[in-house]
């Protein structure tokens, strides 16, 4: 049988980056052969950080992880995939709130693409509850955000939040 490499690709916004989805590439780096790591910058959402610096920070976090590449794409996930030769659209799955807008997301980008299939990961239920802009509010608001992010990510939001403070 031909070794077959299989290259996945998780996309979002990663704004910023949390243990939520660092926990999601962990598993896919035990799974698929290689992972691309995308933001994608054509998001209808308002970033607090600009795509050269969430790209700083994700190419920071995962820097430890075997066989992960950071990049970021803008135009159609699907397309955006064949390029990359990525047979696997990875996306977590936290709670059953998120499972009709993945499906919704999977289904379309199916009739797309039918050759590029999506897998639905589940993280830890530590990180059920997660997502990136409960992370920003708690740091607006002052509070701690070290267990939701790892300390590279705390520190630039710390930062941020200082400059536009003023
Ligand atoms: N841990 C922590 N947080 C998680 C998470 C996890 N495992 N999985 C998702 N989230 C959070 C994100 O932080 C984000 O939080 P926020 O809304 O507070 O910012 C939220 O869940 C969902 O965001 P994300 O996973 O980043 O996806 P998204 O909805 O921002 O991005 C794209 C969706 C980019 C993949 C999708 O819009 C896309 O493919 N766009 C490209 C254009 C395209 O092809 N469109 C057609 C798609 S059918």
């Known amino acids: 049988m031909a070794n077959k490499s299989v290259v996945a690709l998780y996309p979002g ?20 052969d290689r992972l691309i790591m995308a933001i994608a910058v054509n998001s209808d959402k308002q970033p607090l950080f600009d795509v050269e610096e969430r790209l700083g920070m994700l190419r920071e976090v995962t ?38 807008e993945e499906l919704k997301m999977a289904s379309a980008n199916r009739k797309l693409a039918d050759e590029v299939n999506t897998v639905l990961m589940l993280p830890s239920e530590k990180y059920f509850y997660l997502n990136s802009s409960l992370v920003k509010e708690i740091a607006r608001l002052g509070g701690p955000v070290d267990c939701f992010v790892p300390a590279v990510v705390n520190a630039r939001l710390r930062e941020k939040l200082a400059a536009r403070a003023y």
Not at 14 to 30: K, M, N, Q, S, W
Not at 71 to 100: C, H, M, N, P
Request: one cysteine or more.
């Open 63 to 100: 820097g430890e992880l075997p066989g992960v590449e950071v990049d970021s794409f803008e135009g159609l996930t699907v397309e955006y995939a064949r390029r990359k030769g990525a047979q696997v659209i990875v996306r977590g799955l936290r709670a059953v709130s998120d499972f009709e």
């Open 13 to 32: 916004t990663f704004d910023p980056v949390t243990y939520g989805h660092l926990d999601i590439a962990e598993r896919c780096v035990r799974v698929f």
